[in-house]
């Protein structure tokens, strides 16, 4: 047992005694006062956490069946659902990017009420697309249990605003009675006060009906003369609906109720808490961190460099690194110096960790420094320098993590060491190439002859590097299967009045299934002092080439970073490896085609806010479409390494959609591929879109990117 362990034990035995001595002579003293407080703090957090089950609306916030209330999702929780809302059918997404802000996303499908526009060409019933947003201003969690929450939220604030809506509401619940109740006003198809009561009688019992909540509200949608509302649901015959939500295994919600005294109304959802997810499977096929062979043996006669560097190379690549390079530096302190690339792990801290037990397992004990630089697509990004003794401390349990990352924290990669200051012990050269088969998909919504079409297909490709420096990517991919084989090329109500630089993206695929998505070179440089450049040339992706240069000044224990990057971009032709010389323009005359050479070029910058786990970037320059203006992103990164990003976009282009100019705006996600395997892995998955595919501030993708390598090369480092 452990002399600390002994001392709690100790004052946990003599606590307890004095307490039952105190007791029995009926004083009070300090100690007796400690265990009150103690009792006390306990009973305040047992209440602060105790909540009753969820209840969710059908347009998946936290509410009734067709009201909002104050409560809400924990953040990062995913959840998805679908609704029969007579006479609706209604979709539906949410999000949860912080505790105190809930994101929704409906999709309303007017039943029986075909589309004006594009009705009779195949879009079908009429559709709107509403985005929700509720601030929780108040929450018990806040230390005030006594007071109900309180939340501001705006129901489809962004497009047509058919259904839109203020609400103001507070939510207050009554754990001994397991009961809640809200009272709310709103403003819009809410119309006035509304309210609502739920009672989960079973929830302390461990019976199938746990999950079982009754419920019922007071509907204020104004359904009789609100300007957005279906023409066959104007009719009320009750403002009271009434029914019940089962919660399933804390995964699936399951609800049914009446609306509007006329009909009945039911919902299905699923959720997931994808931002806290430690991964659908435990990690079993991870090696544990290195613990045997140990060898320290000093170099000379015993163990020759050769055997160092073969020793060393073995072991990285048992912990997912592989290493390229080991020299050894005399100096005052000689230093082991290394080179590796990590191609497992996705966050710093487990590479750090890894690290250094292997070190302190095969450094020779007469080598007292030692120095790994790590690597990523070819530039070489931070290193650390650790000295032996602080590494026996650490495997022996007498430095802590926190304590080891300060005394060696991470540090601007220095250069190669030259072959004639330092003997090489080991040199290994980069893959040429490497193949990869992965399926890809595209998605396109609300096209004019139906609400949702998609492409599938295969892509195929080899990446690697030349002379170990020159990186490259050459991957080309074929469409199986597409349903937008007949989509016109533009936007028959809304057509772009700029030069078509992404509207026409559809062609791509119409003109042949199979396509070189990128054929190109990059080199990048790491100059020193947190300062990085590439340079790349050749076919980007399926619809532009050119040459791009990029610059950043990102230093490793900054939080922002500042760059620029310029590009000229070549529109490549439909099918093949050709160029197109003329872009085509709407023009009052109809569509012309203009001579166009694309050039890009933006100042950057970013900011990282680690409390919150929110990185931001502003880009400052021009566009593909000559129109110049700037670009704001914000994402969140969670404990599962789930980003989840937003960006808009202001340009002075004069875009134009439904009366109302334009301006690019749309949301990113990416994932990294390990929630779904049993092993770790630094793969990572993406999708985004935009809320219309239009030209306005559009860009053509120029590489790889340097800073959102850096970025996740240096994720979750703690030790500033």
Not at 485 to 497: A, G
């Amino acid at each position: 047992m452990r002399p600390s362990l002994r001392v709690l034990l100790f004052f946990l035995i003599v606590s307890s005694v004095l307490l039952c001595v105190e007791e029995r002579l009926g004083l009070d003293s300090a100690t007796s006062q400690l265990f009150q407080d103690l009792n006390t703090v306990k009973a305040i957090d047992r209440q602060l956490h105790d909540s009753l089950p969820l209840f969710i609306n059908y347009q998946l916030q936290g509410g009734y069946f067709t009201m909002p209330s104050a409560r809400t999702y924990e953040a990062g929780l995913l959840g998805v659902g679908y609704a029969w809302v007579p006479p609706y059918n209604l979709w539906s997404l949410g999000f949860q990017f912080f505790n105190k802000i809930e994101t929704t996303g409906n999709y309303w499908v007017y039943r029986k009420m075909l589309d004006p526009n594009f009705g009779r060409l195949g879009f079908g019933d009429y559709a709107e697309r509403a985005a929700n947003v509720k601030f929780i201003l108040l929450r018990k969690e806040d230390g005030f249990p006594y007071l109900p929450d309180f939340a501001l939220g705006w129901n489809d604030f962004f497009g047509s605003c058919r259904l839109s809506s203020f609400y103001a509401v507070m939510t207050k619940e009554f754990l001994p009675c397991n009961v809640e109740a809200t009272l709310g006003w709103g403003n819009g198809r809410i119309q006035g006060f509304y309210g609502g009561v739920a009672w989960t009688p079973w929830r302390n019992v461990n019976n199938p009906f746990k999950g079982l909540t009754f419920a019922a509200e007071y509907d204020a949608n104004d359904y009789r003369h609100h300007w957005g509302e279906h023409v066959k649901g104007r009719e009320v015959k009750s403002r009271i609906n009434a029914g019940a939500q089962f919660d399933l295994w804390d995964l699936f919600r399951f609800s049914a109720s009446t609306v509007r005294g006329s009909d009945w109304a039911a919902s299905a959802a699923f959720r997931y808490d994808i931002g806290g997810s430690k991964g659908l499977y435990p990690k079993t096929f991870d090696k544990p961190v290195y613990t045997a062979p140990i060898d320290t043996e000093p170099l000379g006669e015993l163990r020759s460099y050769q055997e160092l560097a073969q020793e060393m190379a073995f072991a990285f690549k048992t912990q997912g690194f592989d290493l390229y390079n080991a020299f050894l530096v005399p100096g005052k302190a000689d230093t082991l110096w290394m080179k590796i690339v990590n191609v497992r792990y996705r966050e710093e801290e487990e590479v750090r960790k890894r690290l250094e037990y292997v070190l302190a397992a095969l450094v020779p004990s007469d080598i007292p420094r030692a120095t790994v630089v790590i690597e990523a697509e070819g530039v070489a990004e931070h290193e650390y320098r650790f000295r032996r003794e602080d590494l026996a401390r650490y495997t022996e349990g007498a430095l802590g993590d926190n304590e080891f990352s300060v005394i060696a924290p991470l540090q601007e990669a220095s250069s190669t060491p030259s072959i004639y200051d330092a003997t090489l012990l080991y040199r290994r050269h980069k893959p040429i190439w490497l193949l990869t088969l992965r399926p890809w998909t595209r998605t396109f919504f609300g096209s004019s002859k139906g609400k949702f079409k998609y492409e599938v297909g295969l892509s195929l490709g080899s990446e690697g590097y030349f002379f170990d420096t020159i990186y490259y990517s050459l991957y080309g991919s074929y469409t199986a299967l597409s349903s937008t084989q007949k989509l016109l090329t533009h936007d028959i109500l809304n057509p772009s009045r700029l030069i078509n630089v992404r509207t026409d993206s559809l062609s791509y695929n119409q003109s042949s299934s199979f396509h070189v998505d990128q054929a190109f070179l990059q080199k990048s440089v790491n100059w020193g002092k947190g300062c990085f450049s590439r340079l790349a040339v050749g076919y980007f992706e399926t619809a532009y080439a050119g040459v791009s240069l990029e610059n950043i000044y990102y230093p490793v224990l900054f939080d922002w970073a500042i760059g620029f990057e310029a590009a000229t971009c070549f529109k490549r032709a439909y099918y093949g490896l050709g160029f197109q010389h003329k872009i085509r323009k709407l023009t009052e005359e109809g569509y012309k085609y203009f001579p166009y050479i694309g050039l890009q070029y933006f100042v950057d910058f970013y900011y990282q806010y680690r409390p919150l786990s929110l990185d931001f970037k502003i880009s400052a320059g021009q566009f593909l479409a000559r129109d110049k203006g700037i670009r704001c992103e914000a994402a969140r990164t969670f404990s599962s390494g789930l980003r989840v990003g937003l960006w808009y976009t202001l340009t002075n282009a004069k875009d134009v959609v439904n009366n109302h100019r334009y301006y690019d705006k749309g949301f990113s996600i990416t994932l990294p591929l390990d929630i779904f395997l049993n092993q770790s892995s630094r793969t990572r998955v993406g999708y985004s879109m935009s809320a219309w595919l239009r030209d306005c501030g559009a860009r053509a993708n120029t590489g790889k990117a340097l800073y959102p390598t850096l970025y996740w090369e240096r994720y979750n480092y703690s030790g500033e």
